[in-house]
């Protein structure tokens, strides 16, 4: 018998499996693929039903924040028939300064234990400019190419540095074009970071950069039951909450990415399936 299609999606906080890549991840677990989440946060910097840390009482502080958000993202992920589920644990808001060898060679040990064909993540822009984001992008690329090698030295002292190298054969990043996009200004509004004093904006995809599509449309209902999972978040939206039919479907039923690297295929016509050169 071939070995099982495994799928692992490497995300920064509870939630960014549900908005991010939650039509992907219900759609492969439906069709028997092993779908894995890793999330380097907890949450605990956020908002609390859209009230900042410090600003009310309402809001119940960041351990308890912490706690709250995990218990939303375990309920997500088995919604979406999530396999397993590591949080890596790393302090929300934080996670680019965080020592890159460390956690690259954290995310190169699991990627060695679930021995995924297909991994996803944020694209380096971070989709709107978020730094963990952009930096869980950059430690889960590392972390594919130091899976890999058996000569990673970094990796000799982390979790599971005894199993075998290796190689994930295809990543991806989320890629975001317009009609999406459009969907998500209407659910969050303006996605904005200010970071350093700077406005960070979302970052559309030009149509022709998608390099793949993803039909999630038969999974919509699940990805919204998980989006609904995050209650601490999504109160603070309402207009996730009263989202039009156009922007549901613009949210959920197709997902798009950019394929990063692939050992196994390529060239310039769009994909269907992020298994596409890997199924017998
Ligand atoms: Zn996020």
Not at 169 to 197: C, I, R
Not at 245 to 258: N, T
């Amino acid at each position: 018998m071939s070995d099982p299609l495994r799928l692992v999606a490497i995300l920064a906080h509870p939630d960014d499996e549900s908005l991010g890549v939650g039509g992907t991840l219900a759609r492969y677990a439906a069709e028997g693929v092993e779908t894995y989440v890793i999330t380097a946060t907890r949450g605990q910097s956020g908002r609390y039903r859209g009230v900042r840390q410090g600003e009310g009482a309402d809001h119940p502080g960041a351990e308890a924040l912490a706690r709250i958000r995990e218990e939303e993202l375990r309920a997500a992920a088995a919604t979406l028939g999530v396999r397993d589920l590591t949080l890596l644990d790393y302090v929300d808001g934080q996670l680019d300064k965080a020592d890159p060898v460390v956690v690259s060679g954290l995310i190169a040990g699991h990627l060695r234990r679930i021995r995924p064909q297909v991994a996803m993540t944020f694209p380096p822009d971070g989709s709107y400019g978020h730094p963990d984001h952009i930096a869980i992008c950059q430690f889960a690329t590392a972390a594919c190419v130091a899976a890999a090698d058996r000569n990673a030295a970094f990796l000799r002292d982390g979790p599971f540095a005894d199993h075998e190298p290796h190689a994930v054969s295809k990543l991806y990043y989320m890629a975001t074009p317009a009609g999406p996009w459009a969907a998500y200004q209407e659910a969050f509004k303006k996605l904005v970071s200010v970071v350093d004093g700077v406005e960070r904006e979302a970052v559309v995809w030009p149509d022709w950069a998608v390099t793949t599509v993803i039909d999630t449309r038969a999974h919509s209902d699940t990805v919204w039951k998980a989006v609904t999972c995050h209650d601490s978040q999504i109160a603070g939206y309402e207009g996730l909450r009263h989202l039009s039919p156009q922007a549901h479907e613009d949210l959920w039923a197709r997902q798009h990415f950019y394929r990063a690297f692939s050992t196994v295929n390529g060239g310039r016509r769009r994909e269907t399936d992020l298994f596409e050169g890997l199924r017998p």
